[in-house]
């Protein structure tokens, strides 16, 4: 079979599903037949190409162009007009300016390692995987490298975990390898409920082999034997993904017993879970695992010496090991010319809400946020101006169009009493009322509160109360001095991350839009929040 | 207890771990969509665990649910990037339209309506789950359309 004279890239997502991917899928190849393309032109079905909110996306290579909002009735124009005749189709093309990159094709300044394979690959194919460099990291450590050395080089590289604390990877697994007993766990944390977040989804999606490989590496590493992902029960398309990816695995002879023949066995298993935000903290996660209610546990011990079962495990976030393969292939030095000194690597953001292009992007550590949203995003749609963003999710932080430029990694935005945590962007421009934003942050936590220890369990319940009484104006300037004692309480007190978290949200929300929360809660609400008063 | 019911306890191992797993798979059998008080009892004895600690499971997490729901679930996703995208506007129309709560069921037995947490399709905010499918760009008016097309399914 002769090489294909053009590739047609067919974004296949939980979001392109909804938009009728499969319907569109299926006329184009019917089309192709009818005009006789189907030998030069091959359709490749692959994840996320980085747009968000454009319907059915496709690419058209090596012509670099990108369509949007494709309907089954369109895909008749785009084979006849672009791949018989070879001229893009307008109405349908999208602005060169949208969130997407290609290896060595870079559109604005993305730079892509954890992203490398998503929507080029087909993530239900391990041959793709495979010929793209996928499972060289598994086999060039388990033949000329002992676990010691795989952790001083992941250790060296500097890779902290992307799941929102920063915590040095290399340092975790060191810990896990040396605590004692013989019996060991994996982990993959793809329980993504931050709201505003979905990269773990569109990495899993994308290129699920890769999160094989590095949990593989991992438990090579610290001597497991098992390793599980624990993933949304709501992330079906991530779920069916990753299980036809370890059947692939397995009789590829790359999981299971006798790893190509190295004398390591390592196997993994998929487990969703059942609808609890909580359950993303690790400790959670852990009991959710064991088959119980997913209250976190009192720490220390922590779980690198007793996780799950009570035994030394490694609880990783999809994003940070979806670093690991390119991390032992191209060495310590290389990963660390990318991003800051103390923050080495790419972080992956969802940038989302007013802005023209939502999606998926991976930028270097330490880029400022206004290439986020102003390069990469687009800017603001209809011209509106930027009022507030959201970062972090709704454990995050309101900063102002002041910090635009502040660099995006863990320790300056510690500096900034906010956190990069998942990597949730959310774009509020001036129409946007942050009272009402904040409502909706603190209806979510009293919801995901799960009870357990009574600064959160009252303390978000005591928050929504208040929060109303200002939302009507039936409130002043102690009521939001007093939501402000409360989050301190909760930080302090509170067992996990859910109840401590919510200090930054409110602090940031009220120390950066102090004027707009006084004059509600004297009786001057916006427009929206009045309608909205009205009806409660 | 049915030969159904004895044929999904047997698909997984006697292991107190798979308990989420067997307890998803008892509820997907019933097509009220809940789990009734004979379920925990055959998932406790078939786990070897105390009734109290299934019943402590199942009331923590929100897909379960231990009273009768409707014949499709409606979960409209309550984050904060629905919200700003008019999520508010989306269930303030499900309530209307169904005359009923969210968290209820409608006295037809047709539909119950649930708040969720974020389902991660924040791109095509604001979304909502029909049963075990994913609908983005909601407005009131597609709202009604998806209750009218669901009523004529029955």
């Known amino acids: 079979m002769r090489p294909a004279r053009a590739h047609v890239l067919v974004a296949v997502d939980e979001e392109a599903r909804l938009s009728g991917v499969e319907r569109v899928l299926a006329a184009l190849r019917a089309a192709l037949a009818e005009l006789g393309l189907a030998e030069e032109v091959q359709v490749v079905e692959t994840g996320t190409l980085g747009i968000s909110g454009r319907g059915v996306v496709l690419a058209i290579y090596p012509d670099g162009v990108f369509y949007g909002g494709v309907r089954p009735e369109d895909v008749?124009?785009?084979?006849?007009?672009?791949?018989l005749k070879g001229r893009p189709v307008e109405r349908l093309r999208l602005p060169i300016a949208a969130p997407v990159a290609r290896p060595g094709e870079i559109l604005g300044r993305q730079t892509r390692v954890v992203l490398r394979r998503v929507g080029v690959i087909d993530p239900e194919n391990i041959e793709e995987y495979i010929a793209q460099g996928g499972y060289e990291a598994l086999a060039k450590i388990l033949f000329q490298m002992k676990p010691e050395e795989v952790i001083e080089e992941v250790r060296r590289a500097g890779l902290r975990g992307r799941g929102g604390a920063g915590f040095p990877t290399g340092l975790k697994w060191a810990a896990v390898r040396s605590a004692p007993g013989s019996e060991k766990y994996v982990i993959c944390n793809a329980d993504e409920g931050e709201p505003g977040t979905f990269k773990d989804r569109l990495i899993l999606e994308g290129d699920p082999h890769r999160i094989l490989e590095a949990m593989t590496i991992a438990g090579y590493a610290v001597g497991a034997r098992l390793g599980i992902v624990y993933v949304r029960g709501e992330y079906t398309l991530s779920i069916r993904r990753l299980a036809r990816a370890i059947e692939q695995a397995r009789a590829y002879g790359l999981l299971g017993e006798n790893i190509l023949e190295s004398g390591f066995s390592f196997d993994i298993e998929v487990r969703p879970g059942a609808g609890a935000y909580v359950c993303g903290e690790e400790t959670a996660l852990l009991e959710s695992l064991e088959g119980k209610r997913g209250w976190p546990r009192i720490r220390p011990p922590y779980p690198v010496t007793y996780g799950l079962w009570g035994k030394p495990t490694v609880v990783n976030n999809v994003e940070t090991l979806a670093n690991v393969p390119d991390i032992l292939i191209r060495g310590a030095a290389w990963y660390r010319t990318l991003g800051t000194p103390t923050c080495p690597g790419t972080k992956v953001y969802t940038v989302l809400g007013h802005v023209r292009f939502p999606g998926l992007v991976e930028v270097e550590m330490g880029t400022p946020l206004r290439t986020l949203i102003?390069?990469?995003?687009?800017?603001?749609?209809?011209?509106?101006?930027?009022?507030?963003?959201?970062?972090g999710g709704a454990a995050g932080a309101f900063l102002t169009p002041e910090d635009l430029d502040v660099p995006l990694d863990f320790d300056s935005l510690a500096g900034r009493a906010a956190v990069l945590g998942s990597g949730a962007v959310l774009v509020m421009d001036e129409t946007t009322c942050i009272v009402d934003m904040l409502g909706s942050i603190l209806r979510f936590f009293q919801h995901e509160s799960c009870g357990q220890c009574v600064p959160c369990r009252a303390g978000t319940d005591l928050l929504v109360r208040l929060w109303e009484g200002v939302q009507c104006g039936k409130a002043g300037a102690d009521t939001l001095a007093r939501m402000t004692e409360i989050v301190e309480a909760m930080r302090l007190s509170s067992l996990c991350p859910l109840g401590q978290s919510l200090a930054l949200p409110v602090r940031s929300a009220l120390e950066n839009f102090r004027e707009e929360f006084l004059a509600h809660a004297q009786g001057e609400p916006c427009e929206r929040c009045r309608s909205q008063g009205g009806a409660t | 207890m049915t030969v159904e019911k004895t044929a999904i306890l047997q698909g997984f191992p006697r292991s107190p771990d798979v308990l989420l797993a067997l307890l998803h798979a008892l509820q997907r059998a019933n097509p009220q969509n809940y789990l009734t008080p004979e379920d925990l009892r055959l998932a406790a004895e078939y786990l070897g665990l105390p009734l109290s600690r299934v019943h402590d499971a199942v009331t923590f997490y929100t897909m379960f649910s231990l009273r009768p729901r409707g014949r499709h679930i409606l979960r409209v996703c309550g984050s904060p990037t629905c919200h700003l995208g008019g999520a508010g506007s989306v269930l303030a129309e499900l309530e209307r339209k169904l005359g009923i709560k969210a968290g209820e069921t409608t006295p037809d037995g047709l539909f119950?309506?649930?708040?969720?947490?974020?389902?991660?399709?924040?791109?095509?905010?604001?979304?909502?789950?029909?049963?075990?499918?994913?609908?983005?760009?909601?407005?009131?008016?597609?709202?009604?359309?998806i209750l009218r097309r669901l009523r004529e399914e029955g």
Do not use: F, Q, W
């Not at chain 2, 791109?123 to 499918?133: K, L, N, Q, R, W």
């Open chain 1, 76 to 83: 008749r124009e785009i084979a006849e007009v672009h791949l």
């Open chain 1, 374 to 391: 102003y390069e990469l995003g687009g800017g603001l749609r209809d011209g509106r101006a930027l009022k507030a963003v959201l970062i």
């Open chain 2, 112 to 145: 119950t309506l649930e708040v969720t947490s974020c389902l991660g399709v924040c791109g095509v905010a604001p979304v909502m789950m029909v049963d075990e499918e994913v609908v983005g760009n909601l407005t009131p008016k597609r709202v009604r359309e």
